[in-house]
Nanobody
Framework: VQLVESGGGLVQPGASLRLSCVAS????????MSWYRQAPGKVRELVAV????????DYADSVKGRFTISRDNAKNTVYLQMNSLKPEDTAVYRC?????????WGEGTQVTVSS
C-alpha cells in the first residue's frame, strides 16, 4: 500500500491550496480517509475525515467552514481543499487510510502560510 500526498507549498494568508493523496494497492472505496497535520513542537491533529461507506465527513473545529475533504474513488484519490489559509495552518499534512483493522500513512506534504 502506498499513499502519496501532493499540493503543498508556500502561500500568503488568505490564499487557497488543494492537497491530493493518491492511494495505490488499496481497495480505496472501502477505506475511511483522513487528513492530519503536525506543526513543529505541536501534537498531531486530525483535520478532516471522510468515510468510505457513505462519504460522510467531519472536521476539526479549527478548519470548519474553510477546509473541505472529498474523494474520487475512480481515481483512488482524496482531496483537501483549503481556503482562507492562516499562519496557524502551517504544518506537514499527511493522509491516512483506515480499514479492515489496518491503517496506512503517507509521507506528508508541507504547507506554509506566511506573508
Amino acid at each position: 500500500v502506498q499513499l502519496v500526498e501532493s499540493g503543498g507549498g508556500l502561500v500568503q494568508p488568505g490564499a487557497s491550496l488543494r492537497l491530493s493523496c493518491v492511494a495505490s494497492r488499496l481497495a480505496f472505496s472501502t477505506y475511511s480517509m483522513s487528513w492530519y497535520r503536525q506543526a513543529p513542537g505541536k501534537v498531531r491533529e486530525l483535520v478532516a475525515v471522510i468515510s468510505g461507506s457513505d462519504g460522510s465527513t467531519d472536521y476539526a473545529d479549527s478548519v470548519k467552514g474553510r477546509f473541505t475533504i472529498s474523494r474520487d474513488n475512480a481515481k483512488n484519490t482524496v482531496y483537501l481543499q483549503m481556503n482562507s489559509l492562516k499562519p496557524e495552518d502551517t504544518a506537514v499534512y499527511r493522509c491516512k487510510a483506515v480499514g479492515y483493522g489496518m491503517h496506512y500513512w503517507g509521507e506528508g506534504t508541507q504547507v506554509t502560510v506566511s506573508s
